[in-house]
């Protein structure tokens, strides 16, 4: 009996740890202890401990203190202290592979970006290259006393529940047992499609230190869709990832717009990818074919004579705004959501395409006015899901930080 209480009350410290971190990740402000026990819930004796225990593990540090609080003492904020807490990132992408490293409190540690051509590359050489850019990292943090609380892995592809890639057709890759492979086998990584990983991201102190205010919040609801060589897609719900039974949730790109349309890479007629695609509109648009069209060279060309206004060009990017606008009025009629974010691709053309896009998604929602739909351009957009294979590591710590802790 004296056994079985330990493990509940370790349970339940284990917990409130988890609540009192995730609370400090999400907040815009720094909070005291008082903040604290009164945003959570627990009482101030409660709280105490939890304090002494995050400063003593090297989690948690005191700032200056700030005028006074409610009780006349002075205010003492608590903040993550850098340099102790971090998560990695990997990722294999149709443009190359890297690796980055972050602390809690938000910085990088270090980051290293391998440009390629990833069209039919022999997957055991790409991860044997990944493992190699992992263990530079993981020198780096050894000398600088981090500690890793996991890894996170991010795929162009449908990947399983039980750490299979399922496929991915813009590399070529097919039925991979990803466990087979040393780098993931070694770091625990825990894989998952690079949109969900990129929404991750857009959410405000998922896994890092909040910074300032920005669109979403930390409990938002949201559509993100991936454009990039393909098209991928996320629906975000009270700040979570909805994966679907198996993990293949949001799969955007292969809502047919047009069931008339083109035949798409995956067999079935008109989808979104098909349209509004990177490979396809530079296809379409004639600049370049096959894997060549899915580079980052011919993607600027496109870029560059669609600002010229060149008359193919232009014609392409309007057929593909009407056919991302058909998409996303499906998803948000389905999923009941008035916020949708645009990365990749998309997040690259000029504000007053993305308003004509939003206009478009008003007019066809089933609930507008009523419903205001709002399409925006993500607030992260620098390799957004490297960044949430990170936090998804990350979050290793914040869901259980008594392992972490001595």
Known sequence: MASLRSINQDDLRNHNLSVVIDTLLRAADPLSRADLAK????????MSVLVSLLLGGG??????????SLYGRP?????LKAGRICGMGLQVNTDGYGVIV??????????????????NTDPRKVFASLNELAEEQEARLAELGYMLAGTGLALAGLVTDDMCLFVARNLGWEQLDLKSFDVVKRLDAKADNEANLAALAQIPGYAMQRRGMGMLEPTASFIYLSTDVGIGGALVRDGRVV??????????GHVSVDMRGPVCRCGRRGCLEVYAGRRSMVGTAGIASGDAAATKDACDAMMALWRQRDSKT???????????????????????????MLGGLWARFEPELIDRVERMVRSQALAYPKVRVRVRMADVVKRPALLGAAESGLRRFVDDPLQFIA
């Open 39 to 46: 945003e959570t819930g627990l009482t101030k004796a409660t």
């Open 314 to 340: 232009v014609a392409v990017v309007e057929k593909a705004l009407e056919a991302m606008a058909s998409a996303i009025v499906s998803m948000v009629n389905m999923c009941d959501v008035d916020m949708v």
């Open 75 to 79: 205010s003492i904020p608590l903040v």
């Open 59 to 68: 989690i948690l540090e005191e700032g200056e203190p700030t005028g006074q």
């Open 102 to 119: 972050q602390d809690i409190n938000g910085t990088t540690v270090g980051e290293r970006w391998v440009d390629a051509d990833m069209s």
């Open 243 to 252: 994966r679907g039974d198996h993990g293949f949730g949001g799969e955007i």
